[in-house]
């Protein structure tokens, strides 16, 4: 079995070119359902969204690992239920919520665990892989030893993300509008509070944070995008099973040729290990190139504890 290229689509259309180009799994969903996703996509989206990526046989992921409070819960249960009517190959949780309304509901889904920040080590995978999860998508701030040796002891699928921002701090609080309400820039709420285009910017490091807002609150994101292209040998020697592109803040042009780029990578790494490792620095180049200005590619926590 090889190892799954997982994706992130912005929109119905997007989801066609990334078909095209090679992408085995998408992840899609409401953004009040599930945290950070790189597209929204409402119920009757959604349920187009799945008809078109099971017709070209690829499998279906929504996210429901938002941070839920008791007033969320109704609503919860009711998307459940209309999930439950989708065919979809898995639901990607965070918390006991979910499977507690699942239990309670007598609804049957596959399940993924991405908790974002407490998939650290492999019992806490084996944990919920017990419990109904057959994969987990490890959280970021680890080393590629980590890495590994959790892939090594777990008894159940792992995920990494391989390209793409990484999450640095989250509030359920709408910190853009509070700064604007609190400075007596109301005026400004309306056209910079969903502004993609938002950072913090640190003088001293010459770099910029994107903030990335929505109803789940303020999510400061990194001033890098990781990006594991000369690693995929080692991952998947291990026994990783699936690797992550995250769209957040990307454009579609620039995911699609990311994918392109991993799956032309994938697919020779089986083809021919040893053109996998004289092109990878190659695959390397074609990422550096179209990488957006202000923002350089490393390999985030892989070779280091700390990063900010």
């Known amino acids: 079995m090889t190892v799954e290229l997982v994706v992130t689509p912005k929109s119905i259309d997007h989801i066609y070119e990334l078909i095209n180009v090679g992408a085995d799994s998408f992840v899609i969903g409401e953004e009040k359902y599930g945290l950070r996703l790189a597209g929204e996509f409402k119920r009757e989206e959604l349920k187009k969204a799945i008809e078109i990526i099971h017709q070209a046989g690829k499998k279906a992921y929504v996210s429901v690992n938002a941070i839920f409070h008791n007033e969320h819960i109704d609503d919860l249960v009711d998307y459940l239920h209309y999930l439950s009517t989708l065919n979809v190959d898995a639901l990607i949780y965070g918390e006991p919520t979910i499977i507690t309304i699942l239990r309670e509901e007598n609804l049957d889904f596959k399940l993924q665990w991405d908790p974002h920040t407490l998939a650290t080590n492999s019992f806490s995978c084996n944990y919920w892989g017990k419990r109904g999860a057959y994969r987990t998508?490890?959280?970021?701030?680890?080393?590629?030893?980590?890495?590994?040796?959790?892939?090594?002891?777990?008894?159940?699928?792992?995920?990494?993300?391989?390209?793409?921002?990484?999450?640095?701090?989250?509030?359920?609080?709408?910190?853009?509008?509070?700064?604007?309400?609190?400075?007596?820039?109301?005026?400004?709420?309306?056209?910079?509070?969903?502004?993609?285009?938002?950072?913090?910017?640190?003088?001293?490091?010459?770099?910029?944070?994107?903030?990335?807002?929505?109803?789940?609150?303020?999510?400061?994101?990194?001033?890098?995008?990781?990006?594991?292209?000369?690693?995929?040998?080692?991952?998947?020697?291990?026994?990783?099973?699936?690797?992550?592109?995250?769209?957040?803040?990307?454009?579609?042009?620039?995911?699609?040729?990311?994918?392109?780029?991993?799956?032309?990578a994938i697919d020779l790494y089986y083809e021919d290990k040893e053109a996998y490792e004289d092109e990878k620095q190659d695959f390397y180049n074609d990422i550096e190139r179209i990488k957006p200005k202000y923002r350089e590619v490393d390999l985030g926590f892989f070779y280091k504890k700390t990063m900010y």
Do not use: W
């Open 137 to 264: 998508c490890l959280s970021k701030e680890l080393t590629i030893d980590e890495i590994l040796e959790i892939t090594g002891k777990s008894e159940y699928e792992i995920e990494v993300q391989v390209q793409g921002m990484l999450c640095m701090f989250q509030s359920v609080r709408k910190l853009v509008d509070n700064y604007f309400m609190y400075s007596g820039k109301e005026k400004y709420i309306e056209e910079y509070s969903n502004s993609k285009k938002l950072f913090l910017y640190s003088q001293d490091r010459n770099e910029r944070y994107p903030i990335f807002e929505d109803s789940n609150g303020t999510h400061i994101m990194s001033a890098n995008d990781i990006c594991a292209i000369e690693e995929l040998d080692r991952l998947i020697e291990a026994g990783v099973t699936a690797f992550k592109i995250e769209g957040v803040l990307k454009d579609e042009d620039y995911i699609t040729e990311i994918v392109t780029i991993y799956r032309d």
